[in-house]
């Protein structure tokens, strides 16, 4: 059985954990064709969206510039104990799948495939969230995109052009996908580029304008103004766990991919706090309330022409198609790693022949990403909700496993060890749980009744009855 070396007790077989993934039946193997700079682009993009095109004007107003910055800083320790964890198990198990392999390992066949189902839920609905996000970067640049309303979906007006828009570009993002890892990493890297280029131009920005002056205000409402922007900030880091997912195909020391992917996090949050300090120092309070789209406004602004604020629109879409990119790779990868270990179909679990990707997996997520665009953007918000309770739920199995083998296997080789390992995974537990509190009823996300909660018991009950037929296979 598949299962065979993952069994609880010290007896597992060390050969068995350094599988070659993807031999199901199919023969073909992943690739190690990702660099450093290829997995910094894949990590880093993934993290880096549209939001902080969108959204650096709530978090001034919430919280005052140097709030802001506040929050993102200590936001930014909090996932990097989070971040730690992965470190230590991706170095120490550079497998296909990241936390399906660690929750496996660690807490037994039941609690990994909960890890990973929910994760497969998180991954899915970023990718499909992104295929209505892109065509909205686009309506800004050019209104005339949306026409022909076709129907409505839960308040939201679904027209011909935004989803035909994003539909095309989902199909080309699967296919690209499907081609292979390393056709993928070139439109991560070429995205990732002009993402810092938008950024740089607005932080360079600052100095071009004239006399700095200092944001006004410092801070807004106090400790509560910071809160309100912290917890949103980890969900904005989501991405550095791509990683893990790609790691037989990562062509570097095991120990590389774990500082690595600390590295991630650690650009990730300069990279927000140099884009909200940028947009405080260069806007006014009543310039930032006006705005639809405060960072492009103070590219603008700061350079003197509407060109640098389409450039800086044209970086946040750069920012869509990186996280796109990134969690179709993670999510595909999810998918594998459940199939290949018989808790999903088979098929899902082969690679291609030729272009070494999981491409059953790639298209499956794929048909998803272009069907969601016909849903509409408020009935996709509720699938977003609930993928981000589902990571954070596969954040707190990690953590756990971090524990767990911590104590149960304190001799397991660990090329990257993180310091004081009972406080960090500690830690990284409470974070976890802590997060995963926020979207409980009278918390501030909570997840709405009946659409939000209806799906996360949809999704549940999916999974026990998928889980339940592979247990039947496995024991016929």
Known sequence: MVFGFYQSGRGREKSGLLRNAGRVGSGASFVRVLGRADVLALAFGAMIGWSWVILSGEWIRSAGGAGAVTAFLAGGAAVGLVALTY?????????????????????????????????????????????????????????????????????SEVDAGSAG????????????????????????????????????LLVAGVFVRGPLRAPEPWFADGLAGIAAVLVMVPFLFVGFDVVPQAAEEIDLPPRDLGRLLLLSVAMAVVWYAAIVAAVALILAPGEIEATRLP??????????????????????????????????????????????????????????????TPHRAVWLLGALSCASPWLGRSALVWFVNVGALGIVVAYAMVALSFLVLRRREPEMPRPFRAPAGAWVGGGALAVSIALGALYLPGSPAALAWPHEWGIVAAWAALGAVLYARARRRACA
């Open 87 to 155: 470190a230590e198990l991706a170095s120490a198990m550079p497998l296909a799948g990241g936390e399906h392999v660690y929750s496996l390992r660690a807490l037994g066949r039941g609690a990994s495939f909960v890890c990973t189902w929910a994760l497969v839920l998180g991954y899915g609905s970023v990718v499909a969230f992104e295929a209505v996000a892109l065509p909205s970067v686009f309506e800004h640049l050019a209104p005339g995109l949306r026409s022909g309303t076709l129907w409505s979906v839960a308040g």
């Open 165 to 200: 828009l994003g539909a095309l570009a989902a199909l080309a993002m699967t296919w690209l996908n499907a081609r292979g890892v390393r056709p993928a990493a070139r439109l991560q890297g070429l995205a990732t580029l002009l993402i810092l280029f938008g950024g740089a």
């Open 295 to 356: 960072t492009a406004d103070a590219s603008a602004a700061a350079w003197g022409g509407a060109w640098a604020s389409q450039l800086l629109v044209l970086a946040g879409a750069a920012g869509i198609l990186t996280s796109w990119n990134a969690f179709l790779v993670a999510g595909s990868r999810a998918i594998y790693a459940l199939a290949e270990a018989g808790m999903l179909p088979p098929a899902l679990g082969r690679l291609h022949e030729r272009h070494h």
